[in-house]
């Protein structure tokens, strides 16, 4: 089963605009980290934003917000007052416990957010 | 700049030959990950070193892929026999010590090619 679901493989936003993207997501364990990284075309990819489990309320940084409903598995990216160089590729990761102790960050398909002028 | 370095940023190879990929961390950075990227798709993980072991290296496709760390900073990524479905960009992330909340700093990749 896919551990991190991201189902818009593409988005297109008018500059200035809000834009939602997707990300559900899949584990049992009540301890677990939600990213989200952009990777411009560059290659790089850079992070954004970060949810831990435990928190009480949605993360935010800058322009980026995270909708976090936790009882929906879900851990949406709201991008505020979009930017063209926002067009990029975003992807949503989960961190969870693996076995040994280690905690490996498991990556969505990724969405491609195109911001028009 | 002080961020993740890797090289080449490009390799194109023949099927069957051997290539390393190098991977330089951010200074300090005790964790040190190894993800491979095909077309279309997310990062996919393939090794974790903590210092010099590899932590977890589960994600390795088979035994043609190989990684060290010998001295906890620069790890090389190795893949011997290349096929045309190892083609792909190969992405490394380190990882500072302590708690926090486990962002990963990337490289820019290695892009492989197997003709």
């Known amino acids: 089963a896919q551990k991190i679901t991201q189902t818009q493989p593409g988005m297109f936003v008018q500059e200035k605009e809000a834009v939602t993207l997707d990300c559900t997501y899949d584990?049992?364990?009540?301890?677990?980290?939600l990213f989200w990284y952009k990777q411009p075309s560059s290659g790089e990819m850079i992070f954004l934003i970060y949810?831990?489990?435990?928190?009480?309320q949605n993360a935010t940084e800058g322009r980026y917000s995270l909708n976090f409903q936790k009882a929906r598995k879900s851990a949406n990216l709201v991008i505020s007052a979009s930017q063209l160089g926002d067009s990029a590729m975003y992807f949503c990761?989960?961190?969870?416990?693996?076995?040994?102790?280690?905690?490996?960050?498991?990556f969505g398909r990724g969405t491609s957010l195109i911001v028009h002028p | 700049g002080a961020g993740v370095s890797q090289t080449p940023s490009n390799k194109v190879t023949e099927k069957g030959k051997y290539v390393e990929l190098r991977c330089d961390p951010i200074?300090?950075?005790?964790?040190l990950y190894w993800y491979r990227q095909s077309l279309g798709q997310g990062p996919e993980f393939l090794i974790y070193?903590?210092?010099?072991?590899?932590?977890?290296d589960s994600g390795l496709p088979n035994d043609r892929f190989f990684a060290v760390r010998p001295e906890g900073s620069v790890s090389t990524l190795k893949i011997q026999r290349t096929e045309r479905g190892d083609s792909a960009v190969y992405l490394c992330?380190?990882?500072?010590?302590?708690?926090?909340?486990?962002?990963?700093?990337f490289g820019e990749g290695s892009r492989l090619t197997v003709l």
């Open positions: 992330a380190s990882q500072p010590p302590g708690a926090g909340t486990g962002e990963l700093f």
């Open positions: 990761a989960m961190r969870e416990p693996a076995s040994g102790g280690s905690y490996i960050p498991t």
């Open positions: 949810q831990g489990s435990y928190d009480q």
């Open positions: 200074s300090g950075h005790t964790a």
């Open positions: 070193f903590q210092g010099t072991g590899a932590a977890d």
């Open positions: 584990t049992s364990d009540p301890s677990y980290g």
